[in-house]
């Protein structure tokens, strides 16, 4: 029986991994939330775990109580997720926190030579360099669980790494899709909460919304499948049926179709290189039978210009992006900024940043945490 650690076990992603892991009868080792210690509770009953953390310490010490009568550990903080994502047994992590936060505990586990099932993107954005070498260097596989990646993944199958001519990245459009520039500056956080196909966490359904969530995909790609940006071509494809394709030199398109069901590529991570029988419903393409696609619209959603920038720069500047990115969409989602001030928030960052080329993971961890501090001010000044 397979083993596994979910960092994040209470969000979206987390607890869609746990019906997996029940179907697939795998065991579930380690877990995290950051504050919901009810939720986590319930998952401890159920699965068991030997470790499990949490952020705070008053929340640890709470949760001890009320699982006294269980032998599960209870750490927390930064050393709490680090003691999950490496807990003895696990052979493969599924890291679904939101944020950066992931990296750290990433990086762990990839060093005590963990296979990681990826959904916190955000840790490649950050780190991608050093997050790809340290799993080549211990000979550690990254399964993508983004659904795009996971389809890019599972498209490249189909012919020679050498032959790779472009990556088609699919993208819904998020709850905006079609309106303009104008149309978005009085728009809500409750509105931009509205996904029209996917139902995720508050985070990431904001980055989709803003097109900041296809940017951080398309760095995302470039890391797990070392391509550059030019071979990545962002596609609006509203149905979020073909989840992503990939080009061959010979003119071959290859694409992965399925259902909107994050369970399918979760559960193909686990299972690779193999399939077996799946949560999900059959794809129906008598009703679902329209395809359409539509460039991107950069002048509503310069997020995806910004981040395309990052990109090509490279270095420090994507690690700047998405720390300004997560400290904008917190305060849009308190309503304390405007849905077009999350970009400019990202690009105010962004001008202000001297790149350093190369980065350690020590730099790295600083501009994190200095950009954070400077958006948060420059946000509270406004
Ligand atoms: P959710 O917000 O639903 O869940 C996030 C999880 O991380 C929760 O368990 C949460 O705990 C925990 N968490 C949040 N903040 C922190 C923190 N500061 N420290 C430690 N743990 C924290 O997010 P999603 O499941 O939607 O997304 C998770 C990741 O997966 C993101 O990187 C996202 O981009 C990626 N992803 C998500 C997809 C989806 O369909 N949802 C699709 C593709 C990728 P608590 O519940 O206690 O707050
Ligand atoms: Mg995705």
């Known amino acids: 029986m397979k083993q596994i650690g979910i960092l994040g076990s209470t969000g979206s992603i987390g607890t869609q991994t746990l019906q997996v892991a029940e179907h697939l009868g795998i065991r579930v080792v380690s877990l995290t939330a950051h504050r919901n210690i009810h939720l986590l509770e319930e998952q401890i009953r159920k699965f068991s775990p030997k470790v499990v953390s949490v952020t705070k310490e008053a929340d640890a010490k709470a949760l001890r109580e009320a699982i006294s ?175 992503s394709m990939v080009e061959f030199r010979d003119g071959s398109v290859i694409a992965q179709l399925g259902t909107t069901d994050m369970r399918i590529p979760i559960q193909y991570a686990l299972t690779y290189p193999n399939r077996v029988e799946g949560l999900s419903a059959s794809l129906d393409f008598f009703t679902k039978n329209t395809l359409t696609f539509s460039e991107p619209d950069l002048e509503a959603f310069p997020c995806l210009a910004l981040a395309t920038h990052a990109a090509k720069v490279g270095g420090t500047l994507p690690t700047v992006m998405n720390a300004a990115n997560e400290v904008a969409v917190a305060a849009f989602l308190e309503d304390r900024i405007s849905f077009m001030e999350i970009a400019g928030s990202i690009q105010s960052a962004m001008d202000a940043h001297k790149v350093t080329k190369a980065p350690t993971l020590e730099e790295i961890a600083a501009v994190d945490r200095e950009t954070r501090v400077r958006v948060s001010e420059r946000i509270s000044r406004s």
Request: contains cysteine; hydrophobic residues 45%.
């Open 69 to 243: 009568d269980l032998d599960t550990e209870v750490y927390f903080g930064d050393e709490g997720l680090i003691a999950a994502a490496t807990a003895d047994g696990v052979e493969t992590l599924v890291t679904a926190v939101m944020g950066s936060v992931g990296l750290f505990p990433t990086l762990a586990a990839i060093e005590k030579g963990i296979d990681i099932a990826l959904a916190n993107k955000e840790t490649l954005v950050c780190a991608g360099d050093i997050v790809m070498s340290a799993a080549e260097k211990h000979g550690v596989k990254i399964l993508p669980v983004d659904s795009e990646h996971s389809a890019i993944f599972q498209s490249l199958a189909a012919g020679n790494r050498a032959d790779l001519q472009k990556i088609l990245l699919t993208c819904s459009g998020g709850a905006f899709r079609g309106k303009t520039r104008d149309e978005l500056l009085n728009v809500r956080a409750a509105d931009a909460l509205k996904h029209p196909n996917w139902s995720m966490g508050q985070k990431i359904t904001i980055d989709s919304a803003t097109l900041m969530n296809k940017g951080l995909e398309l760095i995302e790609a470039m890391h797990l499948f070392s391509v550059t940006p030019e071979q990545i071509q962002v596609l609006i494809h509203p149905q979020s049926i073909i989840h």
